[in-house]
C-alpha cells in the first residue's frame, strides 16, 4: 500500500498540516486532551476520531498541540507517525504509572529517561537490542519543569509492557512464573515504574529523526498494596500536568536560542536537525 499523502487528512487522527504544532503533548486517555488544553492561550477542539482527540493552542506563542495515544504502544506508534506527517517533531508522553522501588510513593513524577521494551509494536520498527531512549533536551525540561511545579522528581527507566493485567494479577497467568521472574529483573535493575506507552514512542521517534520524552505520575506502590484515602489524593493529574506544561515551555525556550533546532520540511520524516 503507498504511503497516504503528507497533505491530505490522516487516517486515523483526521489531522493535516496546519492542524497541529511542532511540539505534542501525549496523554493516553483522550478524557485529558481538554484539561491538558486548557493551559495553552487559545485552545481549540481540532479533531476526534477512535481514541484520537486532538486541540490546538499556543504556549509563550508557540503553536503546541494535544493528542490522545489510547492505551498501549500499538496506537501510540499510529498516533505519532500520522503527527509527523501533519508537522509535529516533538513529543511529551504525559500519564500514569505503577511504582517499581520501595522508596517510590503514589504521586512522586517519574521523568522516564529509557523504557524497558517489554512490548511487541517497537520490534516491528527496530531489532530489539536497539535501546528505547528519550531525548536529552527533553528529558532535561522534564526534569526541570517537574521540580519547578513542586512535584518529587524521580528520574529513571520505565517498564513499558502490553498486559494491565499481567503485570497487576501476574499470579493467575499460566505464564505466572516468566512474569514474576522479569518483574524481579526489572526491579533489581533499578526501573523505577511501569506504563504502557514510553517504549514505543521512544523508538518510533528514534527512526523517524524526531524528539520525545515521558513523565509520569507514579499511582500506585511497587508492591501493589491498597491505596490510601491521603495516596489517592496525592495521585491527581493536575501535578504531572502542571509538570509537563513547565517542562515544555522551558523546551520552547531552549529552542529559540538554539535557531538550528527545525524541522527538516524536506524529509518526510520530519527529522529535527
Not at 494491565?164 to 533499578?190: C, I, N, T, Y
Not at 526501573?191 to 520524552?213: D, P
Not at 509538570?243 to 527529522?271: C, E, F, Q, T, W
Request: proline fraction near 6%.
Amino acid at each position: 500500500m503507498p504511503a497516504q499523502p503528507a497533505w491530505s487528512k490522516q487516517h486515523h487522527l483526521q489531522i493535516g498540516p496546519g492542524d497541529v504544532g511542532r511540539y505534542a503533548f501525549l496523554p493516553g486517555d483522550p478524557g485529558r486532551c481538554e484539561r491538558i488544553a486548557a493551559r495553552f492561550d487559545d485552545p481549540r477542539h481540532v479533531a476526534t476520531n477512535r481514541e484520537y482527540t486532538t486541540w490546538s493552542g499556543t504556549l509563550d506563542g508557540e503553536p503546541v498541540s494535544v493528542t490522545s495515544t489510547g492505551i498501549g504502544c500499538p496506537s501510540t506508534a499510529i498516533a505519532v507517525e500520522e503527527l509527523v506527517r501533519a508537522g509535529a517533531d516533538t513529543f511529551v508522553r504525559v500519564g500514569t504509572g505503577g511504582g517499581m522501588q520501595p522508596d517510590t510513593a503514589p504521586g512522586d513524577v517519574a521523568v522516564v529517561t529509557a523504557a524497558i521494551r517489554d512490548e511487541g509494536t517497537s520490534s516491528h520498527y527496530l531489532p530489539i537490542e536497539f535501546p528505547a531512549v528519550a531525548d536529552p533536551d527533553v528529558t532535561w525540561a522534564l526534569a526541570e519543569g517537574a521540580r519547578s511545579s513542586g512535584a518529587n522528581v524521580r528520574l529513571g527507566v520505565a517498564q513499558t509492557k502490553d498486559s494491565f493485567f499481567g503485570q497487576h494479577e501476574p499470579a493467575r497467568m499460566p505464564v505466572a512464573d516468566r512474569l514474576l521472574s522479569r518483574w524481579k529483573a526489572w526491579v533489581d535493575g533499578g526501573a523505577i515504574c511501569s506504563e504502557m506507552e514510553a517504549a514505543g514512542l521512544f523508538v518510533v521517534s528514534s527512526v523517524l529523526r524526531v524528539r520525545a520524552g515521558a513523565v509520569v505520575l507514579i499511582a500506585g506502590h511497587h508492591d501493589r498494596a491498597p491505596l490510601t484515602d491521603e495516596e489517592k489524593a496525592a495521585c491527581e493529574l493536575d501535578g504531572v500536568i502542571d509538570a509537563a506544561v513547565a517542562g515544555m515551555r522551558r523546551l520552547i525556550a531552549l529552542d529559540r536560542m538554539r535557531p538550528g533546532v527545525n524541522v527538516d520540511s524536506s524529509s518526510s520524516a520530519g527529522a529535527v536537525t
